[in-house]
């Protein structure tokens, strides 16, 4: 939804908001592959519904001045995102195990199967934006822009992580390193950016 208004001649304010949902719905099955004396488990009983939602809003406020007729222009603009990530999971059936089949015993079976909720993720965009035009001439524009852009994220799956993971041992004396971890160079931290920009636009 965009919203226009002009209280005067040298003043344009407007407003947006957008809101986005989307809803997957999965259906899965808990198995274990099998060994040499045990055939494997892949039972009905065991499946699993998961309902992944995510919700997208957003809003905006900006206005347009003209600051000296035909020779100072400004425009300032905020805009706010935030994006919100559920994944619920149930088990539609009474869950079955058998210590006669898969690798595990019939209790760890039964504890691998149970269906559990993912934690619930959520990130945020802030962004301000200012410009000012100065019209030197006709045909000749000086814009000096300045922006900030602040970005806030909660995900189990990377808080705590880093580019490069320290190499550690965990209680199985399995060694983990930064080798086994790819980022491609993108970092997960929250972060705050400045940018300045000037410009010369000549029209012909």
Known sequence: MDVTYEPSEILTLFGNYSVEKTVTDMHLRYRESGSITKLPLDLAANDWVSTAED???????GANAVLIKKKLDLDASFA???????LRA???????????????????QGANAVARDYPETENETHKWLASLKWFLVENLTLRLNYSYERYLAKDYAIDGLSVWQPIVT???NYVLNS????????SPENYDAHTVGLSLTYKF
């Open 55 to 61: 919700l997208t809003d957003g809003f905006g406020l």
């Open 80 to 86: 706010f995102t935030r994006s919100r990530g559920q």
């Open 90 to 108: 149930s088990n539609p059936n009474t869950i079955v195990t058998d210590g006669t089949k898969g690798t595990n015993t019939a209790a760890t």
């Open 170 to 172: 965990d209680v199985n």
């Open 179 to 186: 080798n086994q971890y790819v980022f491609l160079g993108w």
